[in-house]
């Protein structure tokens, strides 16, 4: 593939929408038989149990075997802080490397003071298996991607680019939702704007997709978009929308959102590439919740 072609073409994509937090996970592929990348899975959680389970995963995991894929990539778009990752799982059962953007290491400093964490934990991005950099290239079979660095969300967002579909994380939402919050530590809204016109500055026509879907007015759930479409129709970044304006916005809307209701243990798990705090004395793993702290 040549690098005037590297970006081009169309990949089959597969979205698992989970209900409880409103999460999409993607299994990107050149079709049967062939490599593939899952993007941003969820190990499914009870915050009021503390249980975890492999529901949500197993239905990816169903889905990679009955079609033959290879798993090369298991990706995150960020730490996020609406649900934890399950990579480890995927990876224990269908192979491949957790990868996550170069910057996790500025994410992983702030939380853990936040948390207070064990001396031993590192924050240099090691839990992961590559740390990818802004406009790294890489493969998933004979596809062509590209990492693209979109922080305001948090310092360590990226998209990835493969041929004509993006998948975007949490910078931008379907457009009658609008974009993400930029109040977590780290966040910035000048920052996200930036990045929003990085990814919109794309060709008209590009795929993207969404790592969440909240409708609003009860419409049915919806997570893949355009560029077009955001550019004329996102309700906080569409054409016309300046930066002032837009921070202005951010900040006045963020001022009133609520800590997502899984932060706490999600950002604890999300750091450590999916994996759980090491066992204490008596065999039992256990989440901090810091009190005051966010």
Known sequence: MTAANAYTGNPQVEGFFDPATWTVTYVVHNGPDSACAIVDSVLDYDPKSGRTRTTSADKVIAFVKSHQ???EWILETHAHADHLSAAPYL???????IAIGDQITRVQKVFKGIFNLEPEFKQDGSQFDV????????????LMAKVVAVPGHTPACVAYQVGDAVFVGDTLFMPDVGTARCDFPGGDAKTLYASTRKILSLPPETRLFMCHDYPPNGRPIAFETTVAEQRAK???VHDGVSETEFVEMRSKRDATLEMPVLILPAVQINIRAGEMPPQEANGTAYLK???NAL
């Open 289 to 291: 919740i810091p009190i």
């Open 131 to 142: 740390l990818l950099k802004d406009e790294e290239a890489f493969r998933i079979g004979e």
């Open 234 to 236: 996102n309700i906080h």
């Open 91 to 97: 990876k224990q059962q269908l192979g491949g490397q």
């Open 69 to 71: 894929l290879r798993v």
